[in-house]
Nanobody, 115 residues
C-alpha cells in the first residue's frame, strides 16, 4: 500500500504561481514513477506531468514551459511548480504513484485560477 497526501492548492490570479506537493508513505520502495494529473469539471482526468525513478520527465503540451515536476527522494515527495497560470488550468490536481503492477491516487487538491 502507498499513501499519498497532496497540498499546495488554492486560488491564484492569472499569471500567478503555485507549488503543489505530494508526500508518499508506505511501500514506496517499488514506485517506478510519480505524476500529476488534473480533472476539470465535465472533463476527463488528464496527465499533467510525470517523473520516473530515473528522473525522466514528461509533460502535457498545454503545460510545457510553464510547469516543472521534481522529486526529493529524501523526503519521498514530488512537487509541481506551476508558473504563468491560466484560467484553463483550473482543476482538481491529483498525485499518482505507479509501481508497475498497481498504482495509487491521492485525494486531490483544488487549483483555481481566477481574477
Amino acid at each position: 500500500q502507498v499513501q499519498l497526501v497532496e497540498s499546495g492548492g488554492g486560488l491564484v490570479q492569472p499569471g500567478g504561481s503555485l507549488r503543489l506537493s505530494c508526500a508518499a508513505s508506505g511501500s514506496i520502495f517499488s514506485i517506478n514513477a510519480m505524476g500529476w494529473y488534473r480533472q476539470a469539471p465535465g472533463k476527463q482526468r488528464e496527465l499533467v506531468a510525470v517523473i520516473t525513478s530515473a528522473r525522466s520527465t514528461t509533460y502535457a503540451d498545454s503545460v510545457k514551459g510553464r510547469f516543472t515536476i521534481s522529486r526529493d527522494n529524501a523526503k519521498n515527495t514530488v512537487y509541481l511548480q506551476m508558473n504563468s497560470l491560466k484560467p484553463e488550468d483550473t482543476a482538481v490536481y491529483y498525485c499518482k504513484a505507479d509501481r508497475g503492477y498497481d498504482y495509487y491516487w491521492g485525494q486531490g487538491t483544488q487549483v483555481t485560477v481566477s481574477s
